[in-house]
């Protein structure tokens, strides 16, 4: 029995269910047989159905069936796994989802190690010995195993594909180049491939050299982010810190307040008790003393009379009545007025401050620095589009061309009152903030200030403090025949160049840069400026008479 078990295929004592060998082996009345656990569980999955399948004839079963052991099945399973298993390939050996499959093997077939591209199959390691020991066979061409095999069988001619048409960019066979491909550039596939490969190697390179710099860059991108939430948790903890000590500190003047009123309250309540004691006081003596006058008054005895009115006191003297008089009087109503003005001017202060801190906070430079600009066509990718606030300009200027020109006149115009204008310098403001990246470009007659500042700067007098370049919140560049200086802070520097007709100004304000170019055919750097702006940026003109400058990009 054991001599026939060998000669057996295990394939015939597998359960169609786990497609192992038969473990404690059961068999239904439609006579298949399957590992007992393995129908249980089948059966168990359809318990809410109430119906009880066969899964492999799909008969069906009123009542759930009471399983038996095959007594002669185990003792055969017993059998062959102590002779025969042993030859039998392993589970693992067997094709499954996605292998390539010997096309040799039947019944359960087992994976491919080789594609014949000869035969046009694929075989296992048994079916591929022939191809090992058969002369004529180990010149056939064995390649990996693939599931797109037939892809290299022309479905025309149903022959090799191993030329390839570089003028059609695609793989033939032979009979295509010569019935459909004739005078085309072909080559070997082999050949083409080899070509490619270099072509993929290259490719491979800079795809790898991508990744690491790719790699470096999320490196500094991580590095980035934990700077970033480092800076806002420490930005909220400092800044909530500052607001509690201002609260306190609100909180400490409101008591001290409270306790001043109360202190004075209860001073003038003091004096008015006691002056009101005294003349409570005085009130019931003049009342007595009127009773006694009363009752004298009543005596008819007159010497009786007489002795008694002349033996009275006289009458002590009263405060001055006047003192007392009644008129409206303010007591604490003022307090109250000057906590108000208090109140409006710390509100004016915040809104005023609270414009920087948003504008600081909006403004927090949380990317990459980008490369700055060399070239013109790199330039004018940040140009921006800038008008002239006329409730700047100074009567002398006169505004044209939508407000992008200002030429310096001789006669003086009126364009009314307005808190923003220049009173005396000949000077004009952008309506635009300025902030990031911005490049613009101007055309200058005469002798022109190109400048940019704060929006802050004074606007009255010819002060040094309304003067472009002569306080801390303006820099210009001042362009005349005579050559340009530049000016910030009231300090002067001297820039190289001659009589300029195009001006180019740059400005990256989260990197505190500002540049002055010379357009003429090409850039030239007349001077740059390495600072930190602290709030949005007007560009400004200074234009005197027969002088004009106008924005151009």
């Given at each position: 029995?054991?001599q026939?078990?060998?000669?057996?295929?295990?394939?015939?004592?597998s359960?169609?269910?786990c497609?192992?060998?038969?473990?404690?082996p059961?068999t239904?009345?439609?006579g298949h047989?399957?590992?007992?656990?393995?129908?249980?569980?089948?059966?168990?999955a359809?318990?809410k159905?109430?119906?009880?399948?066969?899964?492999?004839?799909r008969?069906?079963?009123?009542?759930?069936?009471?399983?038996?052991?095959?007594?002669l099945?185990?003792?055969l399973?017993?059998?062959?796994e102590?002779?025969g298993?042993?030859?039998?390939?392993a589970?693992h050996?067997?094709?499954?989802?996605g292998?390539?499959?010997?096309?040799v093997?039947?019944?359960?077939?087992?994976?491919?190690l080789?594609?014949?591209l000869?035969?046009?199959?694929?075989?296992?390691?048994?079916?591929?010995?022939?191809?090992?020991?058969?002369?004529?066979?180990q010149?056939?061409?064995?390649?990996?195993?693939?599931?797109?095999?037939?892809e290299?069988?022309?479905?025309?001619?149903?022959?090799?594909?191993k030329?390839?048409?570089?003028?059609?960019?695609?793989i033939?066979?032979?009979l295509?180049?010569?019935?459909e491909?004739h005078?085309?550039?072909?080559?070997?596939?082999?050949?083409?491939?080899?070509?490619?490969q270099?072509?993929?190697?290259?490719?491979?390179?800079?795809i790898q050299?991508?990744i690491?710099?790719?790699?470096?860059?999320l490196k500094?991108?991580?590095?980035?982010l934990?700077?970033?939430n480092?800076?806002?948790d420490?930005?909220?903890?400092?800044s909530e810190?500052i607001?509690?000590?201002?609260?306190?500190?609100?909180?400490?003047?409101?008591?001290e307040?409270?306790?001043q009123?109360?202190?004075?309250?209860?001073?003038?309540v003091s004096?008015?008790?006691?002056?009101?004691?005294?003349?409570e006081?005085?009130?019931?003596?003049?009342?007595?003393?009127?009773?006694?006058?009363?009752?004298i008054?009543h005596?008819?005895?007159?010497?009786?009379?007489?002795?008694?009115?002349?033996s009275?006191?006289?009458?002590?003297?009263?405060?001055?009545?006047?003192s007392?008089?009644?008129?409206?009087?303010r007591y604490f109503?003022?307090?109250?007025?000057?906590v108000?003005k208090?109140?409006?001017?710390?509100?004016?202060v915040?809104?005023?401050?609270q414009?920087n801190i948003?504008?600081?906070v909006?403004?927090?430079?949380?990317?990459?620095p980008?490369?700055q600009?060399?070239s013109?066509?790199?330039f004018?990718?940040?140009a921006?589009?800038?008008?002239l606030?006329?409730n700047?300009?100074?009567?002398w200027l006169?505004?044209?061309?939508?407000?992008?020109k200002?030429?310096?006149?001789?006669?003086?115009?009126?364009?009314?009152?307005?808190?923003?204008?220049?009173?005396?310098?000949?000077?004009?403001l952008?309506r635009?903030g300025l902030?990031g990246?911005c490049?613009?470009?101007?055309?200058?007659?005469?002798?022109?200030s190109v400048?940019?500042?704060y929006?802050?700067?004074?606007?009255?007098?010819?002060?040094e403090?309304?003067?472009f370049?002569?306080?801390?919140r303006?820099?210009?560049?001042?362009c005349?025949?005579g050559g340009?200086?530049?000016?910030?802070?009231?300090i002067?520097?001297?820039?190289?160049?001659?009589?300029?007709?195009?001006?180019?100004?740059?400005?990256?304000h989260?990197?505190?840069?500002?540049?002055f170019?010379?357009?003429?055919?090409?850039?030239?750097l007349?001077?740059?400026?390495?600072t930190s702006?602290?709030?949005?940026?007007?560009?400004?003109?200074?234009?005197?008479?027969?002088?004009?400058v106008e924005?151009k990009?």
């Amino acid at each position: 029995m054991a001599q026939a078990a060998a000669q057996l295929n295990p394939e015939t004592f597998s359960c169609s269910l786990c497609l192992d060998l038969l473990k404690d082996p059961v068999t239904t009345s439609c006579g298949h047989s399957y590992c007992r656990k393995c129908l249980q569980d089948h059966w168990d999955a359809e318990e809410k159905k109430r119906v009880y399948s066969c899964p492999q004839c799909r008969r069906t079963f009123k009542w759930r069936p009471v399983l038996e052991k095959n007594t002669l099945l185990a003792a055969l399973v017993e059998t062959l796994e102590k002779t025969g298993l042993q030859d039998a390939p392993a589970d693992h050996c067997y094709a499954g989802a996605g292998d390539v499959a010997c096309d040799v093997c039947t019944g359960r077939k087992l994976k491919a190690l080789k594609s014949c591209l000869v035969c046009r199959a694929s075989f296992c390691d048994s079916h591929l010995q022939p191809h090992r020991d058969a002369a004529p066979l180990q010149r056939h061409k064995l390649v990996e195993p693939s599931q797109q095999f037939q892809e290299n069988i022309c479905p025309r001619h149903d022959e090799l594909m191993k030329i390839f048409c570089r003028t059609d960019q695609k793989i033939i066979c032979y009979l295509c180049s010569v019935e459909e491909h004739h005078g085309h550039h072909m080559v070997a596939a082999a050949a083409e491939r080899s070509e490619r490969q270099r072509e993929l190697k290259d490719t491979r390179q800079k795809i790898q050299q991508k990744i690491q710099d790719t790699e470096e860059d999320l490196k500094v991108l991580q590095k980035e982010l934990k700077s970033i939430n480092g800076s806002a948790d420490k930005a909220v903890k400092d800044s909530e810190k500052i607001f509690t000590q201002m609260i306190r500190l609100l909180e400490r003047r409101r008591s001290e307040v409270q306790q001043q009123v109360r202190s004075t309250q209860g001073a003038a309540v003091s004096r008015v008790k006691e002056l009101q004691k005294k003349l409570e006081q005085e009130m019931m003596e003049l009342k007595r003393r009127d009773g006694e006058l009363e009752k004298i008054s009543h005596t008819l005895d007159h010497s009786q009379f007489l002795h008694r009115f002349s033996s009275l006191p006289a009458l002590s003297p009263s405060p001055d009545s006047s003192s007392l008089e009644i008129r409206p009087r303010r007591y604490f109503e003022d307090v109250a007025a000057a906590v108000t003005k208090l109140r409006d001017e710390i509100q004016q202060v915040l809104m005023e401050t609270q414009t920087n801190i948003s504008w600081t906070v909006s403004n927090v430079d949380v990317l990459l620095p980008e490369p700055q600009p060399r070239s013109r066509k790199n330039f004018l990718r940040y140009a921006c589009q800038i008008t002239l606030d006329p409730n700047t300009a100074n009567d002398w200027l006169l505004l044209s061309e939508e407000n992008r020109k200002v030429t310096g006149m001789k006669e003086a115009r009126s364009y009314g009152d307005h808190p923003d204008r220049f009173t005396d310098l000949e000077q004009i403001l952008s309506r635009e903030g300025l902030t990031g990246r911005c490049y613009w470009e101007v055309k200058l007659r005469g002798w022109v200030s190109v400048a940019v500042t704060y929006r802050n700067i004074s606007r009255a007098g010819r002060s040094e403090e309304s003067c472009f370049g002569l306080n801390k919140r303006s820099w210009s560049l001042d362009c005349s025949s005579g050559g340009c200086l530049f000016h910030h802070n009231n300090i002067r520097t001297d820039v190289s160049g001659s009589r300029l007709s195009r001006v180019g100004v740059y400005l990256d304000h989260r990197a505190g840069l500002l540049s002055f170019y010379s357009i003429s055919g090409s850039m030239k750097l007349l001077h740059r400026v390495q600072t930190s702006f602290t709030q949005p940026l007007h560009l400004g003109f200074c234009v005197y008479p027969d002088s004009s400058v106008e924005l151009k990009v």
